[in-house]
């Protein structure tokens, strides 16, 4: 078969990213796709953030590690697919990323581990807002100039905002300069301990209203935890700027992914659209779990003769079926042709819209989830023959 845009990308670009809603597929194309990298001799790290459990489980993923660990060839061999490259995944654990731009940042060690060690910041390390959408780009950093690596494929998180992780960097440094961050460093900073006298009588006032509300204790190791994340703000700052940088970089390929539903769809454009304006380099815009068109296109009476007849042979052969059945199989026969016709109108809009932006790419609807290497590589197959839906 003819290679299509994929191929090309997997061949060319250091890192494509996988993006879109949730419960599009998101993460399956990106396995996917790193199984069609392997088998086209790479040796690819996908790095994800919340893998289906089978998924993990039948790549010989540990969900409790957040090591990189390589797929065992075995698999592909027993799946009877030949990869010449090697398939390597990570998971991203939020904390551990914190920390470790925590040691490499502070002015000095001893800064760093008594940050590490106050219970607060243990507590908001992960839970911050933007903190896990900024280290997934953290890692991605981090990982960019591995030399064990080809290809870099990078699974976005699952936020309930798609575009959280473009602007996960500067909302996490805004967060830091803001004006009640200030307020807490400032009655922390000159005297190494939280005191509200060395604030603006509004602030102070502002304060003790909270420390009512908080108790006194928590509003000092929330002063401590700011005035230690202060000492790392250049090194935020900076990072931030790199990574805007970066992706918008001729190394990174965005993947828009979607499904055929209307909400997907609409969130997918609205990404796409973003991802334009902003002139980050866009891939492809690959429509998952599209609908195929069965023959036939109306309830006649020649359709329902057929179906009548096969469910006719069906209750000889022993099937359980009531009276209805053959009108009912007519019925849903209909039906699934009417899905699939949607699905290519949909499909053909987008190619009207998006076609000069990014090839637009469709992947059949399967029968069953996609839990396995074998799998995987039935759908690594598809992306790498797919070709641009024709307007």
């Known amino acids: 078969m003819t290679d299509g ?9 250091r890192v494509l990213v996988t993006c879109g809603a949730g419960g ?22 996908v790095l994800t953030i919340d893998p289906a459990r089978r998924l993990a489980e039948s790549l010989g993923i540990d969900m409790e590690s957040a090591e990189a660990m390589t797929v065992a060839p075995e698999l592909f061999e027993a799946a009877g697919y030949r990869a010449t490259g090697s398939l390597t995944a990570m998971m991203l654990d939020t904390k551990r990323t914190f920390d470790d731009l925590v040691r490499k940042h502070s002015s000095t060690p001893e800064r760093a581990e008594k940050l590490l060690c106050n219970k607060l910041y243990q507590q908001i390390s992960s839970s911050l807002a933007g903190t896990q959408e900024y280290m997934a780009m953290e890692k991605l950093i981090a990982v960019r100039d591995d030399a064990r690596f080809d290809l870099i494929i990078l699974d976005t998180p699952p936020t309930p905002n798609a575009l959280d992780f473009l602007d996960a960097p500067q909302k996490l440094v805004d967060a830091l300069d803001s004006v009640a961050m200030r307020w807490f460093i400032d009655a922390f900073e000159s005297s190494g301990k939280f005191s509200l006298n060395l604030l603006a009588k509004s602030a102070g006032v502002i304060l003790r209203g ?3 509300i908080t108790g006194g204790a928590f509003l000092a190791d929330m002063a401590e935890v700011l005035s230690q994340l202060d000492d790392l703000f250049g090194g935020f700052k900076e990072r931030a700027a790199r990574v805007q940088s970066f992706l918008a ?33 866009c891939g492809a815009f690959i429509l998952n779990q599209v609908h195929g068109s069965p023959s036939g296109s109306a309830l006649d009476d020649e359709l329902l003769s057929r179906a009548e007849a096969f469910s006719d042979r069906m209750r000889i052969a022993g099937a359980p079926l009531d009276d209805d059945a053959g009108t009912r199989i007519a019925e849903a026969y209909v039906d699934a042709h009417r899905i699939a016709a949607h699905d290519a109108k949909l499909l053909a809009e987008l190619a009207r819209s998006w076609s000069r932006t990014m090839p637009v790419l469709a992947l059949p609807r399967l029968s069953q989830d996609v839990h396995d290497v074998r ?5 690594s197959e598809f992306l790498l023959t797919a070709q641009p839906v024709n307007v």
Request: hydrophobic share 50%; glycine share 8%; no cysteine.
């Open 249 to 281: 970089s001729e190394e990174v390929r965005f993947l828009v992914v979607a499904s055929p539903s209307p909400v997907a769809v609409q969130e997918a454009l609205f990404f796409a659209g973003r991802l334009r304006d902003s002139r980050m380099p």
């Open 24 to 45: 599009v597929g998101k993460t399956t194309t990106a396995a996917a796709l790193g199984v069609a990298a392997a088998r086209r001799g790479k040796r690819v790290l």
């Open 375 to 379: 799998l995987l590589g039935h759908v």
């Open 5 to 13: 845009p994929i191929a090309s990308l997997l061949d060319s670009h």
């Open 210 to 212: 909270l420390g009512k």
